[in-house]
Nanobody
Framework: QVQLVESGGGLVQAGDSLRLSCAAS????????MGWFRQAPGKEREFVAA????????DYADSVKGRFTISRDNAKNTMYLQMNSLKPEDTAVYYC????????????????????WGQGTQVTVSS
């Protein structure tokens, strides 16, 4: 199995930027499609962004399109989420997730399809 550890969260002001990282270990990182999800207090977990195992395909939630960028460095076994123009409504615990796949083009937005999850990192955006 693969272990995932998120980092980079913190407290920022509206309009600021943060970059989250998700470090993977245990298996060949490049075999996994990856995703970012978030959960705000009292709300259900929601999809944020996803990337194919080679990095050539991406998908974003409408709420973050144009502000967030997902990327990965398979040589470093790490996925990133660059978050710009942060808003108070982006406040949540952010989780990374992994799904083993044969297909290089697979990009997954449904959380139920992911097999492995990290513990999460808190992002708080003040107004």
């Amino acid at each position: 199995q693969v272990q995932l550890v998120e980092s980079g969260g913190g407290l920022v002001q509206a309009g600021d930027s943060l970059r989250l990282s998700c470090a993977a270990s245990g298996r060949t990182f490049s075999n996994y499609a990856m995703g970012w999800f978030r959960q705000a207090p009292g709300k259900e977990r929601e999809f944020v962004a996803a990337i194919s195992k080679g990095g050539g395909g991406t998908d974003y939630a409408d709420s973050v399109k144009g502000r967030f960028t997902i990327s990965r460095d398979n040589a470093k076994n790490t996925m990133y989420l660059q978050m710009n123009s942060l808003k108070p409504e982006d406040t949540a615990v952010y989780y990374c997730a992994a799904h083993a796949t044969y297909w290089s083009s697979t990009v997954i937005a449904r959380g139920r399809e992911y097999d492995y999850w990290g513990q999460g990192t808190q992002v708080t955006v003040s107004s």
